[in-house]
């Protein structure tokens, strides 16, 4: 059975920073494939944040987070990682692992087929 699991999702105030962690468990080539970070505020779309390559060389970032957020994979462990520094209010959102079906990075959702439950970022001004 897949799973993504996320964490370190918390209350933090603005210009704070939070680490999420990311856990795949019952993929197989874990490291074949890209990896996404997405975010859902309350009344808008899903929308996406960060991305990594299979090997990790190559990321991707909304404009929003670019200089504020790094993503990054470890393999052996089957993880995947955001650095969030200098929250801001805006950042506030349910923030989603997810797998993508290739190897290279991608900002489209629908490129995506396994996904987390979310954890909850909540930025105080």
């Known amino acids: 059975q897949v799973q993504l699991v996320e964490s370190g999702g918390g209350l933090v105030q603005a210009g704070g920073s939070l680490r999420l962690s990311c856990a795949a468990s019952g993929l197989t080539f874990f490291s074949a494939y890209a990896m996404g970070w997405f975010r859902q505020a309350p009344g808008k779309d899903r929308e996406f944040v960060a991305a990594?390559?299979?090997?990790?060389?190559?990321?991707d970032y909304v404009d929003s987070v670019k200089g504020r957020f790094a993503i990054s994979r470890d393999n052996a462990k089957k993880m995947v990682f955001l650095q969030m520094n200098s929250l801001k209010p805006e950042d506030t959102a349910v923030y989603y692992c997810a797998r993508r079906t290739k190897a290279t990075v991608s900002s489209d959702p629908d490129e995506y087929n396994y996904w987390g439950q979310g954890t909850q970022v909540t930025v105080s001004s």
């Open positions: 990594i390559d299979h090997s990790g060389g190559t990321t």
